[in-house]
């Protein structure tokens, strides 16, 4: 076992960034009020088999398709790139429209698990450990099952004001992550190109 607090900073940081789970309170209070209750507890099962799985099975799948991880680690640090710019900007590049129901699917997946999420675990998993991986996630849904029970009572404290600053501020380290995964990836595909 390699237990190391850094990578589980770290990675924590880089999936808190990306799944940006205070920046989907006003996805989650709409849906609240059109269905009237949000599984939280099944949504939070579900997004971190989906994260688990794919951790282990992700490179076994890129593999079949001959793609090696310094691949599609670059890939994900261009979409976490892009993340990071929506972020930060207040703009919209893509965007899956409004769930209709507050239902597994768009609640753990694309909302939690997103295509952004899994490109990031993958991309992680060329850099980090798979137990300190595995830490953070666990530590991401614990957090995201904490804001699903209590989504109306965080709008209220932080106001519209305060998520637009926390979603700034985590856009420009989301950022600083895709910088680094990008170019220690390139160097990794470069030495292996040597």
């Given at each position: 076992m390699n237990f190391n607090f850094?990578?589980?900073?770290?990675?924590?940081?880089v999936l808190f960034a990306v799944?940006?789970?205070l920046?989907?309170?006003?996805i989650i209070l709409s849906l609240r009020k059109k269905v009237g209750h949000v599984q939280s507890e099944k949504a939070s099962i579900v997004a971190i088999s989906i994260m688990i799985a794919f951790l282990f099975v992700g490179e076994s799948i890129l593999s079949l398709i001959g793609i090696d991880v310094n691949s599609f680690a670059v890939a994900g640090?261009?979409?976490?790139?892009?993340?990071?710019?929506?972020?930060?900007?207040?703009?919209?590049?893509?965007?899956?429209?409004?769930p209709e129901t507050a239902s597994i699917v768009p609640i753990a997946f694309p909302l939690?698990?997103?295509?952004?999420?899994?490109?990031?675990?993958?991309s992680l998993r060329a850099e980090y450990h798979v137990e300190n991986i595995i830490v953070a996630i666990i530590i991401n849904v614990i957090?995201?099952?904490?804001?699903?029970?209590?989504?109306?009572?965080i709008e209220r404290i932080l106001g519209k004001n305060g998520?637009?600053?926390?979603?700034?501020?985590?856009g420009v380290i989301l950022m600083a992550i895709a910088v680094k995964l990008f170019v220690t990836n390139v160097n990794g595909l470069l030495s292996h190109a040597a």
């Open positions: 850094k990578e589980i900073a770290t990675a924590g940081m799944i940006d789970i920046g989907s309170i006003p640090a261009f979409i976490i790139f892009f993340l990071a710019i929506e972020m930060i900007l207040g703009i919209s590049l893509y965007k899956d429209d409004e939690i698990a997103g295509a952004g999420t899994l490109t990031s675990i993958l957090f995201v099952y904490i804001v699903l029970k209590s989504s109306a009572r998520l637009n600053i926390i979603r700034k501020v985590f």
